[in-house]
């Protein structure tokens, strides 16, 4: 598979939000590694993948609760 690297505007802004994030893009198969910034005005998610879509990590974000859009 493919190693890709995504990122999206999100509105995860704070260590709690990422917290609430974290047990489920740290499970998410194809998932290698992710981070929040949450210092940038637009809390820019970036995941690096290998072999799970944009559309995929996308539900993920949204089931725990938050909004995410592709940069």
Known sequence: ????EF????????GGCVASVKPHLDKAEGVNEW?????N???ILTVK???ITKEEVLDIIKKTGF???PV
Not at 1 to 4: C, G, T
Not at 8 to 13: A, E, G, L, P, R
Not at 35 to 39: E, G, I, M, R, W
């Open 7 to 14: 990122q999206f505007k999100t509105n995860i802004n704070c």
């Open 1 to 4: 598979m493919e190693n890709r």
């Open 67 to 69: 909004k995410a859009e």
């Open 35 to 39: 981070n929040v910034d949450t210092n």
């Open 49 to 51: 993948t290998e072999g």
């Open 41 to 43: 005005k637009d809390k």
